[in-house]
């Protein structure tokens, strides 16, 4: 399987490479639909001049990237970072898929599934396939390309949490709340990605979720004290690299209080523009609120099923951020081959695949009717931004109930009756 | 969401629009086709209204009155035009001078890519001449400009010679609150382009040019003029500009009110407004108004000066006098005042026209169509295209019939490879792409080989990469033998139809009337294709791009009342590719790459489905 994964990573390399050299990579890096503030390559490179010039970066309003960011940026690529998430991706399905067929054996030789669920098992020859897809879809999805030939700094954020996930799905307790950290410094919203490791590490030890049992308290503890120490160390190094805490504000301060309205795709910024100053603050919260508010439902209800439950965080992460870029979509819709065999139960996989695509194509026609010939305005591409993020909730809310509805299946029987004998259907209320 | 996740109530709805297909396209596409000629009912129009505060209540008196001084300026023009041999500049710049403005010159050279026949040009090479009026009662942020082109022979010497008599009487007044550029450019468009380009800092064509030495503040709004006449009969009002882009909708009704106002006669489309909407005739006379409108709306070039500035965002329209054998004559004098007016309440604007609509259709001058009325007409259209979409979706087995209830038998489809469907794509792109490259890059060959002028080779070579594009299906079929299956075309089919219906989209929305006559002519055919019937071979080729266009010809000039014959109209239609070519390649018109790399390979696919084995 690596010959493979060599030449998609070639043909990745290479379709970038020509990007970037052809004369598309300013106009790209420019569009606001790639680039936010928090990860405009423009940016960065204001960034480290002022660095150079023994100014503090984040003085003015341009910089708002972690200051250990920089010396990344000294080290690797931009390009290289979409080869280590594409490979981490490939590695951790691989090895979620060998978890997820073991534990099918296991309940299969253990006869626990109805007898007419055997179609809905997974087949180790469906299944060969699926790290490479997943890969591919990360490396060919033309959102990632463009991300990375913006050289947006959000190809490296996407490494890291790919990295956790591959940390945390090869069972390294250390290294995955080290990553975890990383994420969380560098962009916050990662935190919600505490809850499904801690449970996919809790299971994977055979230690039930039990608010009494002290082993749950133990691991738990262990677990976020990993994360807390090395979030402080990390804060603390850049603290000592710079040798000021001017990074807070500007960096946490600045995605938490969306002082930059720059419209994205994201929900955020028209609001936030048309909005009486006084209520500003409430409605922060709210938006805010909502990122993080999930994880609680969704950790109670999947609480099985920890590896879903991080498609779910990163799916809503990228919806809901305050800065999002089509380079936040493309990770987790790198995840949805992996949730292939839930084809059969997705309602509206059509209609949000059209949505998607004519949003897509719409994004830069109405930005150049507003900002460019200038007869259109804002409404005209606010309504395409919410319309795209329509798309996004009804796939991630298609795919979680299509697995609610697999699982339901696998333990009540394909075929099911009502009381009066007709045939049942599910409905997700 | 009640539909989205209730099964029962969705599968009724895919039953039904799957069981109703046809009859609901056939319906939606008459609906469509009837709503758009209804837009120029005047029933169903909206009267036009001046929406900018700051031009409508201020009153304005119009007291220019050296429209006599005017036409004697033009024959002095004329005759130092006939000695020089082209644009008498140094003349130019001393009379612009002794009216006490600020003058300057450009310069601009520019080799088009192969000769243009139509205007007999090849290397051009020409000289601006600006001069800039300064507000006197405001820091020079904003401007104005009034432009007149400098043709060659008799025409448009009046437009000159009234700029210049406009600018005297300007410089004797107090109330300028913005600058205000008087523009005499050589080469029509070709001299705008390059003074725009060289306003702003610019240079996305590949002009050669010096740099402007003098500026006034942004420009708020343009006036192009043209006046080939001592009197005119009627004004025309030009708002089409350069990719279908219109100026904001207050310009035209600024023009009207002040037609009105001083008792001009005015025209659109060179069609003066009718009183009897309600007979036959008044309504066909609407419905042709707006046809030419659509016309030549779509095909993308700009139809005066005017075109080039809407794409830096300023406000801008020509007004061309006609002298026809009407009794009913206006003198310079009359223009004069109209422009005074028009120019002094621009000179009023707070901010940029931006109040009232920038997408429009006007039956008359009095009358328009918005956005929102003349969209449904496209959506009709268009939501054929996802119907059918839906359909094929659904007869494919595709999952979203298994989901209706989940748990119904869905053999997985044996998804035919990814091959099938992606060969006959990047295969027509490639074709595309000669399309769009070679027709340019070719012409020397061709002009050494074949007994053709360079434009012709251009055109020819175009035509031919076109019509071998047809062959195509053969070869791609040949390319993957066996892999021709049902499923195969009908996966393709879907890819082009959502593929159609989301190009036809984003058309639709920069250039409305592009996007609904493509729509018309190919959405009936994309539809209902098939593989292997003879009959549909014969539409498709004649509801091709190319016989879109052909046929727009033939309208286009039924519709300006001079019809012509076969012959003439082949002529035409080689002219117009060759002027299509040219625009894009000297102003940046997007209608040649769009057609050439997007809706002829779009079509390409369909007609890889029809030869399908």
Redesign the interface.
């Known amino acids: 399987m690596a010959a493979p994964l060599t030449l998609l990573l070639i043909v990745a390399v290479t379709i970038r490479a020509v990007l970037f050299r052809s004369s598309w990579a300013e106009l790209i890096s420019e569009r606001v639909e790639v680039v936010s503030p928090l990860n405009a390559w423009k940016r960065v490179v204001e960034g480290l001049a002022l660095l150079d010039l023994g100014v503090s970066p984040y003085s003015g309003d341009v910089f708002h990237e972690v200051s250990l960011s920089l010396i990344h940026f000294l080290f690797k690529s931009i390009l290289g970072s979409d080869g280590i998430t594409a490979v981490a991706l490939y590695l951790s399905i691989q090895t979620y898929n060998k978890n997820v067929f073991r534990k099918q054996k296991y309940a299969l030789e253990s006869d626990r599934y109805p007898a007419d669920c055997l179609e809905l098992l997974r087949s180790p020859k469906e299944m060969f396939y699926i790290p490479l897809k997943v890969a591919m879809f990360y490396l060919l999805n033309p959102f990632t390309i463009l991300s990375c030939v913006a050289k947006s700094t959000c190809g490296l954020n996407n490494a890291i949490i790919a990295l956790f996930i591959l940390c945390t799905l090869k069972g390294s307790a250390l290294l995955s709340g080290i990553l975890l950290a990383l994420a969380t410094y560098q962009s916050i919203y990662p935190l919600t990605l505490f809850a499904p490791a801690l449970l996919f590490f809790l299971q994977r030890l055979y230690i039930p979720v039990n608010l009494r049992r002290s082993s749950f308290w133990f691991f738990t503890l262990q677990y976020a004290f990993i994360y807390v120490g090395s979030l402080v160390v990390i804060t603390g190094l850049s603290f000592f690299l710079l040798g000021s805490w001017d990074f807070i504000p500007s960096v946490y301060g600045f995605i938490f209080s969306v002082p930059d309205l720059t419209p994205n795709i994201g929900l955020f910024w028209y609001f936030f523009a048309e909005m009486f100053e006084h209520f500003r603050l409430f409605f922060i919260c709210v938006f805010q609120i909502n990122v993080f508010f999930y994880t609680i439902p969704l950790s109670i209800k999947l609480k099985e099923h920890p590896v879903f439950l991080i498609f779910m965080q990163i799916a809503i992460i990228s919806i809901f951020k305050s800065y999002p870029t089509v380079g936040d979509v493309a990770l987790y819709m790198a995840f949805l081959p992996a949730w292939s065999h839930l084809y059969r139960f997705l309602r509206n996989i059509f209609l949000v695949s059209c949505v998607l695509l004519a949003c897509s194509a719409l994004f830069p026609v109405l930005w150049h009717l507003w900002i460019y010939a200038g007869s259109a305005n804002s409404n005209f591409y606010y309504a395409i931004t919410l319309l795209f993020n329509f798309g996004q909730i009804l796939l991630v809310s298609d795919y979680f109930y299509a697995y609610l509805r697999r699982e339901h299946h696998l333990t009540h029987g394909l075929y099911l009756k009502k009381k009066d004998g007709t045939e049942a259907t599910l409905v997700l209320k | 969401m009640g539909l ?5 109530r ?1 599968k009724a709805l895919t039953g039904l629009l799957t069981r109703l297909n046809t009859p609901i396209c056939i319906v939606c596409y008459l609906a469509g086709i009837v709503w758009f000629m209804g837009l120029a009912f005047e029933p169903f129009t909206l009267r036009t209204y001046m929406s900018e505060n700051a031009m409508g209540s201020t009153m304005v008196e119009e007291r220019f009155s050296s429209g006599e001084r005017a036409l004697s300026l033009a024959k002095e023009f004329d005759a130092h035009k006939r000695k020089a041999g082209g644009m008498p500049v140094e003349w130019l710049v001393k009379a612009m001078q002794s009216r006490g403005l600020e003058v300057f010159t450009q310069s601009f050279s520019r080799k088009l890519p192969f000769p243009d026949e139509n205007k007999e040009r090849y290397m051009v090479r020409g000289t601006n001449v600006y001069g800039i009026l300064r507000a006197p009662r405001a820091p020079r942020t904003e401007a104005l400009v009034i432009t007149a082109p400098c043709s060659p022979g008799n025409t448009n010497n009046q437009a000159v010679a009234l700029l210049l008599a406009l600018a005297q009487y300007f410089r004797n007044q107090i109330y300028w609150a913005k600058d205000i550029i008087f523009l005499v450019n050589e080469h029509d468009l070709i001299g705008t382009q390059a003074w725009l380009e060289g306003y702003h800092h610019t240079n996305i064509t590949g002009m050669e040019y010096s740099p402007l030495q003098g500026r006034a503040g942004s420009i708020q709004a343009a006036l192009s003029l043209e006046l080939s006449s001592d009197v005119i009969t009627s004004l025309d009002l030009v708002l089409e500009g350069l990719n279908g ?2 100026p904001n909708l207050d310009l035209a009704n600024l023009f009207y009110a002040f037609c009105q106002k001083l008792g001009v006669l005015c025209t659109i489309q060179g069609k003066l407004q009718r009183n009897d909407w309600d007979t036959a005739e008044g309504y066909t006379h609407a419905a042709q108004t707006m046809m030419l409108m659509v016309l030549k709306q779509a095909c993308g070039r700009s139809w005066g000066d005017h075109g080039l500035f ?2 830096y ?1 300023i406000e801008a329209a020509s007004v061309r006098g006609i002298n026809s054998f009407r009794h009913y004559k206006t003198d310079a004098t009359t223009i004069g005042r109209l422009l005074e007016g028009m120019v002094r309440k621009l000179n009023n604007l707070l901010e ?1 026209l ?1 109040q009232s609509y ?2 429009y259709l006007l039956p008359s001058l009095s009358r328009f169509v918005s956005i929102g009325y003349y969209m449904p007409a496209f959506g009709l259209l268009a939501v054929i295209l ?1 119907l059918r ?2 359909d094929l ?1 659904v007869h494919l087995g ?3 019939l ?6 119904t038998e ?1 053999e ?1 489809p044996s998804s035919p490879g990814v091959l099938t469907v992606l060969t006959p794509v990047v295969i027509s792109h490639l074709t595309g792409v000669a399309l769009y490259l070679l027709p340019v890059h070719l012409q020397e060959m061709a002009v050494e080989h074949f007994p053709v002028s360079e434009t012709e080779a251009v055109v020819l070579t175009a035509i031919a990469i076109y019509t071998a594009g047809l062959a195509l299906p053969h070869n791609t079929q040949r390319l993957l033998s066996g892999e021709g299956t049902e499923q195969g075309w009908k996966v393709l089919k879907l890819t082009a139809l ?1 593929y159609l ?3 036809l ?2 058309t639709a ?2 250039n409305f009337s592009l996007g609904f006559i493509l729509a018309v002519t190919l959405v009936p055919i994309t539809a209902s294709i098939t593989p292997h019937i003879a009959l549909y071979a014969v539409v498709m080729v004649l509801l091709s791009p190319a016989f879109t266009i052909l046929y727009c010809v033939f309208i286009y000039q039924e519709l300006i009342e001079a019809p012509v014959s076969v012959s003439e109209g082949w002529m035409l239609f080689l002219s117009v590719i060759s002027q299509g070519i040219l625009d894009h390649a000297l102003y940046g018109s997007l209608v040649y790459p769009l057609l050439a790399l997007f809706i002829y390979p779009c079509w390409l696919m369909f007609w890889n489905i029809l030869f399908w084995n």
């Open positions: 989205l996740s209730d099964p029962n969705r882009q219109l809407l794409r965002h940029r931006h920038f997408f996802l979409a839906l979706w595709a999952p979203a298994a989901a209706v209830d989940g748990v869905a997985q959502l219906a989301v190009l989209g984003c929305l920069i």
